[in-house]
């Protein structure tokens, strides 16, 4: 998948913010969430997420998907990683209902 196809993509499903972002070799974070669904397409290197005790890796041309919420660590590989990111934020849970209403009534 080509970056302008990827980002075709993410605009098409919703997700407002897209981004660049570089981790160099040895880069590591521990357990943590974000506020946001997540949606990766890895351009170098490559990237290791552990969900749920498992971990997972990402070489360059995969993409990875991480919902808000999803507690996670993640690891660059020895070259480092770069990844094309579009971030969507989250619709609070007691917004749900509310939102699902409004979806309807359209």
Known sequence: MTLTEFEAMLLSE???????????AGYAL???QHQF???ALITSGD????????????PAGAIFRLA?????GEFA???G???????????????RTAAR??????
Do not use: W
């Open 14 to 24: 919703q997700f407002g913010e897209i981004t660049s972002v570089e981790r160099g």
């Open 30 to 32: 521990g357990e943590h």
């Open 37 to 39: 669904d997540a949606c």
């Open 47 to 58: 990237i290791t997420l552990v969900v749920g005790g498992v971990a997972s890796n990402y």
């Open 68 to 72: 808000a919420g999803v507690v996670h």
């Open 77 to 79: 590989g020895a070259q």
């Open 81 to 95: 990683v770069s990844y094309r990111v579009g971030r969507r934020m989250a619709v609070p849970k007691t917004n």
């Open 101 to 106: 209403r409004a979806e309807v009534n359209q």
